[in-house]
């Protein structure tokens, strides 16, 4: 019985044999046609200070689920801490499930922005029992926090005493 690392390692060595590399470092390959790239699905955590929103966009960039915090029914200064954002994976998820996303994704890309609570809670349910269907399916983690160069000038600090 061929074990198929096995085979993947001799396809992958006779497509080396039949690769041929000119004087000027151009490769030419014959024989082996790569992949053609398929753009991911897009996992959007957005973690304020006061609120969570998670938005699942398709390959083109349109929004499939979007809820926050606030949607869910938590009012206020209850949508800021770590309960909320942790029930609002847990639900993006069973939605995903629930309307049968989960088969039509492949792959993921995690896009996380700014520096809430909900930022640790939505990994946290992501590497917990509510994301089994779609933990395997991450290829790429990407931090996409909007940092100040400079800017104005920030608040006087408080003075307490």
């Keep these: 019985m061929i074990d198929v690392n096995q085979s993947e390692r001799s396809r992958k060595r006779s497509a080396l044999l039949n690769t041929t590399f000119s004087s000027d470092g151009t490769v030419a390959n014959f024989g082996f046609v790569p992949e053609p790239y ?7 955590i957005y ?5 969570t929103h998670i938005t699942l966009t398709d390959p083109k960039r349109n929004p499939l689920i979007s809820v926050s915090c606030g949607n869910i029914g938590f009012k206020h200064s209850a949508r800021k801490h770590y309960d909320s954002a942790f029930q609002l ?17 492949k792959e993921v890309e995690v896009v996380l922005r700014g520096f809430g609570a909900g930022r640790e809670a939505v990994t946290k349910a992501i590497l917990g029992l509510e994301g089994k269907f779609i933990r395997h399916k991450i290829i790429k983690v990407a931090d996409a926090t909007r940092l100040k160069f400079g800017g104005t000038r920030s608040k006087k600090p408080r003075r307490l005493g």
């Design 89 to 105: 994976a847990s639900l993006v998820m069973n939605r995903m499930q629930d309307q049968g996303i989960n088969q039509q994704i």
């Design 47 to 51: 973690a304020t200070r006061h609120n």
């Design 38 to 44: 398929v753009e991911p699905h897009h996992f959007h």
